[in-house]
Every structure is written in structure tokens, then in C-alpha cells.
């Protein structure tokens, strides 16, 4: 599989990436832009896009109920150093499923994410998989 995306200077406070027909503005700012995802928020987004994506992926083969899902992520840079330290995240699942089945879940987010196995091997990354 190929995947492509454009990123285009749009002035000195943003620039827009593109896919397909999805566009997103990025903080490409200095001083910053709040209304833009600056680089370490955009590095967070595909791994909570992929942990959401992997629920609804799993669910239905592991027969998992769950009505909600939310992910909550930290990252920590150094303030001196061109590097991510670390990432944290939280998973929150709205489902009556045990905890086994929790476990799992989180178990198969893990196996198979993409972006998990990608970020993972140079970032430490940790977190939970918790009932809402």
C-alpha cells in the first residue's frame, strides 16, 4: 500500500496538508497558530486515529460491544533536544464487556496498530485501555 499527501505553504501562520479530498490546516507559525495542529499534535493524531480505527476494526471480529471510544494522548519533547521523549495515552472504551475482554481489545490495538508499531520502536510509548 501507497500513501501520498501534500503539504502546501498557505502564508507565515499556516500551511494545509492534503489527501484525497480531506485538507487539514497545519501550524506552521513561529509564534504559533491555535486554530492549526502544530507538528507534535499532528504526530499524536494518527495514533489516536489509529487506536479508534482499531476498535471499530476489532469489535466486530472479537464480537466487542461498546457504544463510545475516546483517546487522550500526552507527548513529552525535551525542551532542548529535536526529539519526542515520550508518548502517553489513555483509551476509553463506553462498553459493558469484562475486563478480559478489555485486556484484548488492547492487546489487538497493540499487535496491529500501524502507527503503534511505527512510532514505537524509536518512542516509548504507554498507556491504558480502561471501561468508561
Known amino acids: 500500500m501507497t500513501y501520498a499527501l501534500t503539504a502546501v505553504r498557505s502564508g ?3 500551511s494545509t496538508a ?4 480531506a485538507r487539514i490546516t497545519l501550524d506552521t507559525s513561529v509564534s504559533g497558530n491555535p486554530e492549526a495542529l502544530n507538528p507534535m ?3 499524536m493524531s494518527p495514533l489516536g486515529a489509529c487506536f479508534l480505527k482499531g476498535i471499530e476494526r476489532f469489535a466486530p471480529t472479537l464480537e466487542f460491544s461498546f457504544s463510545a471510544a475516546e483517546v487522550r494522548i500526552t507527548a513529552e519533547r525535551p525542551v532542548n533536544e529535536a526529539r519526542v521523549a515520550r508518548i502517553d495515552y489513555e483509551i476509553v ?3 459493558n464487556e469484562d475486563d478480559r475482554r478489555l485486556e484484548l481489545l488492547h492487546k489487538n490495538l497493540l499487535t496491529f496498530g500501524t ?3 511505527t ?3 524509536g518512542t516509548p510509548i504507554n498507556g491504558t485501555l480502561r471501561r468508561a
Open 12 to 14: 507565515p501562520d499556516a
Open 18 to 21: 492534503s489527501a484525497g479530498g
Open 41 to 43: 499534535e499532528l504526530l
Open 93 to 95: 472504551v463506553a462498553t
Open 115 to 117: 502507527m503503534y508499531n
Open 119 to 121: 512510532i514505537s520502536p
